[in-house]
């Protein structure tokens, strides 16, 4: 599903250059769930955002769903993150003015989905995660562990095939934090490929398989030891 | 996608009202002092006789002063008005379809049959029965005098609807009769509205002066044996004692127009004048160079500069004045997308091009265009307002109707975009991962 073959990434300034990946290449299969540790700094956050296209790379190979992204139009990147790929980030990311329907509501508008199409899709993601009854809710009105599901549900009511998890319980209570990540679980068991970057150790370990990043380069990789579940997927 | 983008615009604006409100009222003022002086050049510059423009013509001769130009800073322009033995020597020929000498009269009228009514004075033209049908002066009751009532100067009176209301309550008058100066005339027609602007057939009086409150045969004003209440102008040393004297003078004061209906006759008529001026010549008048001008209305207001430089140079300050404004508001359109950068930023992760934040940022530009273009109307409207207030008989230069309405948000929504481009092009290269940990 997913492969990173010598991805190097350089930030550069007038004064000094950073190398936040070097060489670094991963392989996610599709359905897995791996957890991406690290210290700050390492390059995890970059890794994920080349992953989900949100930037690109200066060196290196990179297919998804064997289609090498490196070559491909603005558009076409927007086009992928919009109908492949799911985000959860740290911290939610919701639109403060938009109530949950409408923040869930954001990736389908740019798919050109008709208003029935969109409407049942955002109820059975937010049903999903357990926030039918909040449509009309901002953002403001929930708590923390509430705002993150809603960001669940906007990434889920797409259909994304990868779920891409930027610290998605960092800004959580350990309650909270268990409730999302057994979201995530149940998530990936209906079949989507989940990659979540992570400091918690306890929580890297609830993912079938932990990569350890330090210096830009994956120094530490599971195998392949737990087969993942394929079901339908979640929403769609 | 347009109402969805609408209703994100206008949730935007919402956010931050402050910024909103300045944006909106940086582009209203803008708008609103061009539409103010727009609305003005665009009346002034007008012409109310278009559809007869290609045959109304009218006529001028240069009887002046030979040692120095009527018009200094013009001084190929002849006189304006001829005189009284020219108008009537010119009255003579047969070339044109239609032909008008005029002038402007005053009378006191008195209003016997109103109660309540005291004596008042009454601006009057002194004209042919030509004159209403080459002008298209439309009538509401009767029409106008026939040509024995010019030639034997028939005491008969056309009244404007304004007056005919004040003395007969809008009521067909025709067949009754008004006082001028204790006398009586009487009422062959009524006009229906006519207010042209400018007012083209006389320049010399005011070209935005309201038409005539009365018309009389032109023959009508000879047997008075009174002077012009309009302009008249002289140049020669001559004795002026009597009338007679006056209208043999060389003193310009009567307004020539002539109707010729194809080029043969412009040309015949053309021929006509010349003949007749180098005839005068023999005779010790007509001291100047040839130079007699048939002139249709449009050039005939642009060389009497109805439109006047100043004009046309407060239309360009009003526009440069928008400029400025446009330039305040790229600066806060940038600042206030900037600061939404983080929420553009999210949208590109979650699957928005850059041509749809491109159109979504656009059209919350077009509606904060829409928004100044409301309130360059009202600024206008007040502006106009002001403008009728300093100045009499302004009214009708200072009508903001609905096509400068329409002008007006036209301005608003292009200058809009045009100031929006910028500000939006710069958003839409929102790097998606620059703001993704700090939105």
């Given at each position: 599903?997913?492969?990173?073959?010598?991805?190097?990434?350089?930030?550069?300034?007038?004064?000094?250059?950073?190398?936040?990946?070097?060489?670094?290449?991963?392989?996610?299969?599709?359905?897995?769930?791996?957890?991406?540790?690290?210290?700050?700094?390492?390059?995890?956050?970059?890794?994920?955002?080349i992953a989900g296209l949100l930037e690109t790379f200066?060196?290196?190979?990179?297919?998804?769903?064997?289609?090498?992204?490196?070559?491909?139009?603005?558009?076409?990147?927007?086009?992928?993150?919009?109908?492949?790929?799911?985000?959860?980030?740290?911290?939610?990311?919701?639109?403060?003015?938009?109530?949950?329907?409408?923040?869930?509501?954001?990736?389908?508008?740019?798919?050109?989905?008709?208003?029935?199409?969109?409407?049942?899709?955002?109820?059975?993601a937010l049903e999903l995660v357990g926030l039918a009854?909040?449509?009309?809710?901002?953002?403001?009105?929930?708590?923390?562990?509430?705002?993150?599901?809603?960001?669940?549900?906007?990434?889920?009511?797409?259909?994304?095939?990868?779920?891409?998890?930027?610290?998605?319980?960092?800004?959580?209570?350990?309650?909270?934090?268990?409730?999302?990540?057994?979201?995530?679980?149940?998530?990936?068991?209906?079949?989507?490929?989940?990659?979540?970057?992570?400091?918690?150790?306890?929580?890297?370990?609830?993912?079938?398989?932990?990569?350890?990043?330090m210096d830009g380069q994956v120094t530490d990789m599971?195998?392949?030891?737990?087969?993942?579940?394929?079901?339908?997927?979640?929403?769609? | 996608?347009?109402?969805?983008?609408?209703?994100?615009?206008?949730?935007?604006?919402?956010?931050?009202?402050?910024?909103?409100?300045?944006?909106?009222?940086?582009?209203?003022?803008?708008?609103?002092?061009?539409?103010?002086?727009?609305?003005?050049?665009?009346?002034?510059?007008?012409?109310?006789?278009?559809?007869?423009?290609?045959?109304?013509?009218?006529?001028?001769?240069?009887?002046?002063?030979?040692?120095?130009?009527?018009?200094?800073?013009?001084?190929?322009?002849?006189?304006?008005?001829?005189?009284?033995?020219?108008?009537?020597?010119?009255?003579?020929?047969?070339?044109?379809?239609?032909?008008?000498?005029?002038?402007?009269?005053?009378?006191?009228?008195?209003?016997?049959?109103?109660?309540?009514?005291?004596?008042?004075?009454?601006?009057?033209?002194?004209?042919?029965?030509?004159?209403?049908?080459?002008?298209?002066?439309?009538?509401?009751?009767?029409?106008?005098?026939?040509?024995?009532?010019?030639?034997?100067?028939?005491?008969?009176?056309?009244?404007?609807?304004?007056?005919?209301?004040?003395?007969?309550?809008?009521?067909?008058?025709?067949?009754?009769?008004?006082?001028?100066?204790?006398?009586?005339?009487?009422?062959?027609?009524?006009?229906?509205?006519?207010?042209?602007?400018?007012?083209?057939?006389?320049?010399?009086?005011?070209?935005?002066?309201?038409?005539?409150?009365?018309?009389?045969?032109?023959?009508?004003?000879?047997?008075?044996?009174?002077?012009?209440?309009?302009?008249?102008?002289?140049?020669?040393?001559?004795?002026?004692?009597?009338?007679?004297?006056?209208?043999?003078?060389?003193?310009?004061?009567?307004?020539?127009?002539?109707?010729?209906?194809?080029?043969?006759?412009?040309?015949?008529?053309?021929?006509?004048?010349?003949?007749?001026?180098?005839?005068?010549?023999?005779?010790?008048?007509?001291?100047?160079?040839?130079?007699?001008?048939?002139?249709?209305?449009?050039?005939?207001?642009?060389?009497?500069?109805?439109?006047?430089?100043?004009?046309?140079?407060?239309?360009?300050?009003?526009?440069?004045?928008?400029?400025?404004?446009?330039?305040?508001?790229?600066?806060?359109?940038?600042?206030?997308?900037?600061?939404?950068?983080?929420?553009?930023?999210?949208?590109?992760?979650?699957?928005?091009?850059?041509?749809?934040?491109?159109?979504?940022?656009?059209?919350?530009?077009?509606?904060?265009?829409?928004?100044?273009?409301?309130?360059?109307?009202?600024?206008?409207?007040?502006?106009?307002?002001?403008?009728?207030?300093?100045?009499?008989?302004?009214?009708?230069?200072?009508?903001?109707?609905?096509?400068?309405?329409?002008?007006?948000?036209?301005?608003?929504?292009?200058?809009?975009?045009?100031?929006?481009?910028?500000?939006?092009?710069?958003?839409?290269?929102?790097?998606?991962?620059?703001?993704?940990?700090?939105?």
């Open positions: 599903m997913l492969q990173m073959q010598s991805i190097s990434k350089v930030y550069r300034t007038d004064l000094i250059e950073t190398h936040a990946l070097r060489e670094f290449s991963l392989t996610v299969r599709e359905g897995e769930f791996v957890a991406v540790t690290g210290p700050s700094g390492s390059g995890k956050t970059t890794f994920l955002n200066d060196t290196g190979t990179y297919k998804l769903d064997d289609l090498d992204v490196s070559r491909l139009s603005d558009d076409a990147r927007s086009r992928i993150r919009n109908q492949k790929i799911g985000f959860i980030f740290q911290s939610f990311n919701l639109i403060p003015d938009l109530d949950v329907f409408d923040n869930v509501d954001v990736p389908l508008r740019y798919r050109g989905m008709s208003a029935s199409e969109r409407k049942r899709r955002i109820g059975e009854s909040r449509m009309k809710h901002i953002p403001a009105q929930l708590s923390g562990g509430q705002q993150q599901r809603v960001a669940i549900a906007r990434a889920l009511a797409g259909s994304p095939r990868f779920l891409l998890a930027d610290e998605p319980t960092g800004n959580l209570d350990s309650l909270m934090a268990r409730q999302v990540v057994d979201l995530l679980e149940d998530i990936n068991r209906r079949g989507t490929t989940i990659v979540m970057v992570t400091h918690d150790p306890e929580l890297a370990r609830r993912a079938h398989r932990n990569v350890h990043v599971q195998p392949f030891s737990v087969k993942p579940l394929v079901a339908a997927s979640a929403v769609g | 996608m347009f109402s969805y983008n609408l209703r994100l615009a206008l949730k935007s604006l919402r956010r931050a009202p402050g910024v909103a409100a300045l944006m909106i009222g940086a582009i209203g003022l803008g708008v609103g002092v061009c539409v103010t002086t727009l609305t003005v050049w665009r009346v002034m510059s007008s012409n109310p006789i278009i559809h007869k423009n290609d045959v109304l013509y009218a006529v001028t001769l240069d009887n002046w002063d030979p040692n120095q130009p009527m018009y200094p800073t013009s001084p190929e322009l002849p006189p304006n008005q001829v005189t009284y033995r020219d108008a009537m020597a010119m009255y003579a020929s047969d070339i044109p379809a239609r032909k008008v000498a005029m002038r402007k009269g005053m009378f006191v009228i008195d209003p016997v049959d109103v109660e309540g009514l005291k004596p008042y004075q009454i601006v009057s033209r002194f004209t042919n029965a030509d004159f209403f049908p080459m002008f298209d002066v439309p009538f509401q009751y009767g029409g106008p005098w026939d040509n024995e009532a010019d030639e034997s100067a028939q005491p008969v009176v056309v009244l404007s609807k304004r007056t005919n209301g004040k003395l007969f309550g809008g009521q067909d008058s025709v067949g009754r009769l008004v006082q001028l100066d204790g006398k009586d005339y009487k009422v062959v027609g009524v006009l229906d509205e006519w207010a042209p602007t400018p007012k083209y057939y006389d320049l010399t009086n005011g070209a935005f002066e309201e038409p005539e409150d009365l018309f009389l045969p032109f023959s009508v004003g000879i047997g008075l044996r009174r002077q012009s209440a309009g302009n008249t102008n002289c140049w020669r040393n001559q004795t002026l004692n009597t009338f007679d004297e006056f209208l043999q003078s060389d003193c310009v004061w009567i307004q020539y127009w002539v109707e010729l209906p194809d080029w043969d006759r412009v040309e015949q008529f053309q021929s006509f004048i010349d003949n007749y001026v180098r005839e005068q010549k023999r005779l010790g008048r007509f001291e100047r160079p040839l130079n007699n001008h048939l002139r249709r209305p449009d050039e005939w207001m642009r060389v009497n500069e109805v439109v006047r430089d100043d004009n046309r140079v407060l239309v360009g300050l009003s526009f440069m004045f928008l400029a400025v404004c446009l330039l305040n508001m790229i600066g806060l359109l940038l600042a206030k997308f900037l600061g939404a950068a983080p929420i553009v930023g999210l949208r590109r992760a979650l699957g928005a091009s850059r041509s749809e934040i491109f159109n979504q940022h656009l059209v919350e530009v077009g509606v904060i265009g829409v928004g100044g273009g409301i309130v360059g109307i009202v600024i206008a409207a007040l502006g106009l307002f002001a403008i009728r207030n300093l100045h009499d008989n302004y009214d009708a230069l200072t009508r903001l109707d609905i096509p400068m309405g329409l002008i007006a948000l036209a301005i608003a929504l292009v200058s809009g975009l045009i100031a929006g481009l910028y500000p939006t092009w710069r958003i839409c290269r929102t790097q998606p991962a620059a703001y993704l940990k700090t939105q």
